[in-house]
């Protein structure tokens, strides 16, 4: 739920001094209990289930809990109530993971048989979000939330991030931007859209921020790129040279160039070269009679 701490999580508006509080989860406050009411079907469905109190399959203790490693359904007090459980829990375990491990290909390979149809379209790339940025983790209000303190083991954990029909960079930027200072571990997000306009722009942003982070005015200048059409020189040549980076190497060169820190599929790489390519032989004629003038 992507609600800020502090707001109702069924209007989203400021919480009353007198918040009322969801009776099976720690997490959802409400600002009255019409709320809380009209919330209640969604939340208990959805939200409660994950967040709420969880009890020991085996003895049914409530305090520091473990969840199966294998099917992640079920929760543990500790090794030994898990032992005794598992001739009871063994058989839904077992066919949870065999669920999952048999879906997981048919599903990638039905992606993959409709992707080819859909890498095509008739509108134009949508470069701007229409949505306002999110931060897919929220730690503070999500895994962090039930912690009485964050211990190093949480503080390096990895995540990874699957943003599906990402658009442009907002809510990777956001997220990014929004982790904790004291996070030490590292995030792995995945971007994926079908339009390889959108993604070889992303692309091209990503490696602008790792190679140019230094450039005094960079983040001025992605600003300008990523938001106006009216670009000065400078910023026309900074496009330019990463767009000649880009096409002069392949999948593996860019995993170098970026020092690791931005990979792309060498099937999906040949498709964002062709749109680079296009881009590069796009002129900068400002003072032409044909072009545009922004001023007017």
């Not at 109190?53 to 090794?79: I, M, P, V």
């Amino acid at each position: 739920m992507d609600v800020k701490t502090g707001h109702c999580w069924r209007c989203a508006k400021p919480l009353p001094q007198q918040a009322v509080k969801c009776s099976m989860c720690p997490l959802a406050e409400y600002c009255s209990r019409d709320c809380l009411q009209q919330d209640r079907v969604r939340h208990g469905s959805v939200d409660c289930r994950v967040f709420g109190t969880k009890r020991c399959k085996q003895c049914g203790k409530q305090d520091k809990l473990k969840e199966c490693a294998a099917c992640s359904n079920a929760w543990y007090c500790n090794a030994a109530c898990q032992q005794q459980h598992w001739p009871i829990h063994k058989i839904d375990c077992k066919q949870i993971t065999e669920y999952i491990k048999a879906t997981g290909p048919r599903m990638g390979k039905w992606h993959s048989d409709i992707g080819g149809e859909l890498h095509k379209t008739d509108d134009p790339p949508a470069y701007i979000g229409n949505t306002i940025a999110v931060d897919f983790l929220q730690l503070e209000g999500n895994e962090w939330s039930e912690l009485v303190a964050v211990g190093e083991e949480e503080l390096k954990r990895d995540y990874c991030v699957l943003s599906a029909g990402c658009g442009d960079l907002r809510s990777t930027l956001l997220t990014v931007a929004s982790l904790p200072a004291r996070y030490q571990g590292t995030l792995h997000v995945t971007l994926d859209d079908f339009d390889p306009f959108v993604m070889a722009r992303n692309v091209m942003f990503l490696v602008m921020m790792v190679r140019l982070a230094a450039r005094d005015g960079i983040a001025s200048s992605l600003a300008t790129i990523w938001y106006s059409v009216h670009l000065s020189r400078g910023d026309y040549n900074l496009i330019k040279e990463t767009l000649e980076e880009l096409t002069g190497t392949d999948a593996g060169g860019l995993s170098t160039l970026t020092l690791g820190l931005v990979s792309v599929q060498e099937a999906d790489f040949r498709y964002l070269r062709e749109v680079w390519e296009g881009w590069l032989v796009l002129q900068c004629q400002r003072r032409a009679r044909a072009s545009i003038n922004l001023h007017q």
